[in-house]
């Protein structure tokens, strides 16, 4: 299943209070502080600029009906009001903006959680014009994409498989109009090219995530990844069973050996002009279709999430297709090794000893540790295929929840590139933060009958996320800068819909993984 049809963005300059759209959004500040005491009673709002000319409509009382509507300009509330003829659009939407900046426009992230949350709240319109404020200087592309990334990632919304129409049910917001100084502006259309290409990406690996697990097993998801791939103009490579045993992926074959829906390993390539800058990226994706945690199983509550066990995969495969549609200066592989995880007569054991692609002796006791194996053996062919940066995600421990939460990566690796990975999180508004990789936890994976053991028997749950990383490294190359992303919680949002994320699937990390791109390729 896809989403329903994509909303798409323009640009205008014309007066917001002409628009002829069917609503005009308006961004609302908090007042606090000194400011407060100064213009009046606790819950004051202001306007935040870009607005003018709508409150000029109203003769200056917008804000004291938005007030009496019970708006507070809290971070993406959404208040709507009639305008009954005051401006062509019916509609006025104010989005809260939380309190008013200090010398500056708002942040990025504001501006796009903000975006998303209004836009979604009007599903059923077909046009509708935003007027959040935008910086008139150079600084103004951070906003302006943020902006349109944040509309069109809050109108996705999955199609589902309901047979019977749903009355209650707005379709999302066909047409999005950002109102701009100068509409005709070469770098803010740019932008808004670069927001359909980035949230068209994050948009589909959503909708991979939400698809039901017995819709996209390994051999479906290899096929989807693949045909979207080579519509890009990507390389395509697709190893099935056969050719994984034949090449040694040991970690891949023993996860996908208990389910009659056989492994996959998918290699895209993006090749760019003239061969680029020479500089080669490396992004692996973990694709479990679903885990169970076979022999070793899962608790039944809250297994049904486990169809998310493949949104690093997800994530990778579709910023490979916005890096196609962007054609950065740098060469990019993205590797998704895909299997489902499942208990049967076939499946491999706690006990087991699997030797995986780089030739280590792995002892497994505990198959629901299954995203190490399958990550370990991709790691280790990106390394062998060459990379001078190498990016892996995975939804891989509940122990980066317990420790950062939902919305928070866990980053593990090089330190340096570790430090850039997470200045491109804060850039984008997808935050991960910095763990260490402790040499007592690595001593405690050693094995008394193979390299190391899959996980810290004696340490049992103790540093968990610290565990998946220290195992990855195994299979890291010195020579290779890498980062390892756990987005085990901010992968899913199991909650109500908030800002741009709705409930499902939310494609991190992709953005930060495309802006990765676009530094090492800008950086020569």
Not at 128 to 151: F, I
Not at 379 to 402: H, K, M, N, P
Request: aromatic share 4%; glycine share 12%; charged share 20%.
């Amino acid at each position: 299943m896809t989403s329903p049809s994509t909303t798409t963005l323009s640009l205008v300059d014309t007066d917001p209070a002409e628009l002829a759209v069917d609503a005009i959004v308006i961004g609302l500040h908090s007042q606090t502080g000194e400011r407060e005491a100064d213009a009046g009673p606790a819950g004051t709002l202001l306007l935040a600029s870009g607005a003018e000319s709508i409150a000029a409509a109203f003769d200056g009382k917008l804000t004291e009906t938005l007030a009496l509507l019970g708006a507070t300009g809290a971070p993406g509330e959404v208040v709507k009001l009639a305008s009954l003829g005051t401006v062509t659009a019916p509609v006025v939407a104010a989005v809260g903006l939380g309190p008013e900046p200090t010398g500056a426009a708002p942040a990025p992230e504001t501006l796009r959680r903000a975006a998303g949350a209004v836009v979604r709240a009007l599903a059923g319109a077909r046009r509708v014009a935003l007027t959040l404020p935008l910086p008139d200087d150079a600084d103004a592309s951070p906003a302006l994409r943020a902006v349109a990334e944040g509309a069109l990632l809050g109108a996705y919304r999955f199609a589902g498989y309901k047979t019977r129409p749903q009355p209650a049910r707005r379709e999302p917001v066909a047409e999005v109009l950002i109102a701009v100084p100068e509409a005709g502006d070469a770098g803010a259309r740019a932008e808004i090219e670069r927001a359909h290409a980035v949230a068209g990406a994050v948009r589909l690996s959503r909708d991979w995530v939400n698809t039901a697990p017995n819709m996209l097993r390994p051999p479906a998801f290899a096929d989807a990844v693949a045909e979207a791939a080579r519509a890009a103009g990507l390389g395509v490579e697709v190893l099935d069973e056969t050719a994984l045993a034949a090449g040694g992926y040991g970690g891949i074959i023993a996860v996908g050996q208990g389910s009659e829906a056989p492994p996959r390993l998918v290699k895209l390539t993006y090749t760019p002009a003239e061969g680029g800058n020479g500089k080669r990226v490396a992004l692996v994706g973990k694709g479990i279709t679903f885990d169970t945690g076979g022999i070793s199983i899962k608790p039944a509550q809250g297994m049904w999430e486990m169809k998310s066990d493949m949104g690093g995969a997800a994530a990778v495969g579709a910023a490979m297709l916005a890096i196609a549609a962007l054609k950065p200066a740098v060469t990019v592989t993205g590797y998704l090794p895909m299997a489902e995880n499942m208990p049967s007569g076939t499946s491999y054991r706690p006990g087991d000893v699997i030797t995986m692609y780089n030739g280590k002796k792995v002892e497994v006791l505990n198959t629901d540790a299954e995203g190490r194996m399958v990550l370990g053996d991709a790691l280790a062919r990106a390394c062998e295929d060459g990379a001078d940066y190498l990016f892996e995600t995975s939804t891989l421990t509940g122990g980066q929840v317990i420790a950062l939460g939902k919305r928070v990566a866990g980053l593990m690796g090089t330190p340096e590139l570790c430090e850039r990975v997470r200045a491109a999180g804060d850039a984008v508004g997808e935050p991960a933060w910095p763990m260490p990789l402790p040499d007592d936890v690595r001593k405690g994976m050693d094995s008394d009958v193979a390299d190391i053991s899959q996980v810290n028997a004696g340490m049992d749950r103790a540093g968990h996320m610290l565990q998946g990383g220290v195992f990855l490294r195994e299979f890291v190359t010195d020579d290779v800068a890498w980062a390892h992303i756990d987005i085990a919680g901010p992968s899913y949002h199991s909650g109500e819909p908030t800002g741009y994320w709705t409930k499902g699937g939310t494609g991190v990390p992709l953005r930060t993984l495309v802006h990765l791109v676009e530094e090492i390729a800008a950086a020569g």
